[in-house]
C-alpha cells in the first residue's frame, strides 16, 4: 500500500516549475551545447546501461536469425560433406589415371559395381567383361596394389575374386628379403578378417614388420610387382618348418571404386615399372628361378652322369680345385 | 521516506530501468511496454511533487541523451507526468488492479504526447497516428507490463510497517 498523500507545498511548486524551465532550455539547447552534454551523459550514466542493450538487441538477433543460421549451417556441412565425397573421388581417379598411364597398354579399365549382398563381400562386380577384353584369372589392380582376379566373364561384366575371398591366392615376395610365400585371406574372426596371411615362409627368413609384399610373378596369374600388402607381425601357427606373417592389405576391397583389369598381354609382360618397386625382386626372383634350375639340372647330372662330368656344372664350380688339392696332398706319399 | 523504504525503491527503481534496457529490446516490439514510465511513475507516488518532478527531470535527461533530436522533450514530458503522478497518488493508488493500470496507461499516453508535442519532429498525420494509435497501444502495454511488475515488486515495494 503506498503511502498517504503529502501536502502540496510552495517548494514543490518551485521545483516543478524550475524543472520545466530546465527541460525547455534543454529542448532550445544550441547544437554546440546538446551534443556535448548528451555524449558525456552517455559515455557515464547510461554507458552501462547502452552496453546491456547492446547485448540484449543482439540476443534477439541471435534469437530470430536462429533458424537461417541453422538451414545455412546445414547446408554448409552438405556442402562440406559432398566435397568431401568429390574431392576423395577426384583423388582417386587421379591414381587410376595415374595407373592408366603407367601401364600405357593392356589393360581394361572398369567401375566396381555396388551390390555389397549376402554372399557378395568377398566378390566384386565389374562394369567390363569379354568384350572389353578380360578373360578369367586376369588379375584386377588399382593403383594402390592388387584387388583380385576375375572369376567369370559375362560379355558386358565380369565377376571377380576380392583377396579376401577364402579362394583367392597369390604368390608373393618381399621386396627386400627375397623372401617367397603364398599369400591368401585370413580366415579369423572379425576385425582380422579383412586382413592376409602369408604362409610358407621359409624358417631362416624372419620379416620385419612395415616390409612390403609384392606379386611374385610365380605361377604366370599375376605379374610380378604388384604390391599386396605389408608385414604387420609373424602369426603363432603349429607349423614347425614354415612362417606365417600377418599383412595389411594395399587395397581395401570396400573403398575401391574404379580399377584396372590386367589383360593376359599384359601380364605376360610384367608390370615391374608400373608401381616402381619390382627391380630388385626380378633380380632375386631370376637367381632363385637359376638356382632352381641349376639344382635341377645337378640333381639330374647326378642320378645319370659320371662322377668326372660334374665340374662342368656352374652351380659347383669348385670341385675341380678339390680333387686337384687331394692329389696334391696325396701326391708326397704316393711317390716314395 | 524512511531508509528502508528508500532502499526498496532505489532497488525495485533500478530493476525497471535494467529491464528497460534489457526485456524492450529482447521482446523488440513495436509497442513495447516502457519501463522507465513505469519506474518514474512508481517512484513518484512514494515522494513529494517537487522532488518526483526532479526525478522525472533527470530520468527524462537521461533517456534524451540517446536521442539528442529529441534532446529535452523526454525531460519535460517526464517532469510532467512524475510531477502528476505523485499529485494525484491519493486517488490512483487504492490498491486497485484497474485503477492502477489506468494510472500507467494514462501516464504513458500523456508522456508520449508531451514528447510527440515537444519533439515536434514529425508532419501532423505522423503524429496523429503516433498519438492516436501508437501511443494508446503502447500506453496499453505498458499499463499490462506495469500491473505484471508491481505483482512481482510487490515484496519489495510494499511500504514498512509505521
Known sequence: MPPAARAFGRRDTVLFVSCLVLAFAAIQLPDRIRDPLASTLRQTILAPLVAIQSDAEQSRRSWLTRETREAQRDSIALRAMSLDAALSENDRLRKILGLGSSLKWGFVPAEVLQGRGVGEEYTITLSAGSRAGIRPFSPVVAPEGLVGMVKSVDPTMSIAIAW?????RVSAMAVDDA????????????????????RGVPMRSNLKPGTLI???????????????????????TSELWARTYLLRPAVAPADVSDVMVLLPARTTSGVQTVWKIGLKADSA????????DSLARLTRHDSTAAPDSIPKHDSIPKRDSIPKRDSSARAPRVTP | MRPTDFVRTLLAFIILVVLHYTLRPLLGWRAGPDFLVI????????????????????VGLVADSVDIHAFGAGALAMTAIAFTASWLKAVFFADDVLLNALFFFLGKWAFDIIYVLAGARADAGQMAVQLFVWSPLTAAVTAIFGLVTLLILRPILRASPS
Request: glycine share 16%; with cysteine.
Open chain 1, 179 to 198: 623372401v617367397f610365400g603364398i599369400v591368401g585371406a585370413h580366415l579369423g574372426g572379425e576385425p582380422e578378417r579383412y586382413l592376409l596371411e602369408m
Open chain 1, 214 to 236: 609384392v606379386s611374385s610373378g610365380l605361377g604366370g596369374t599375376f605379374p610380378r610387382g604388384i604390391p599386396v600388402g605389408t608385414i604387420i607381425a609373424e602369426m603363432k
Open chain 1, 164 to 168: 579376401a575371398h577364402p579362394d583367392f
Open chain 1, 285 to 292: 626372383v631370376k637367381s632363385i628361378v637359376a638356382a632352381g
Open chain 2, 39 to 58: 519506474a518514474t511513475l512508481l517512484v513518484a507516488i512514494r515522494v513529494r511533487p517537487g522532488a518526483a518532478a526532479l526525478i522525472g527531470l533527470c
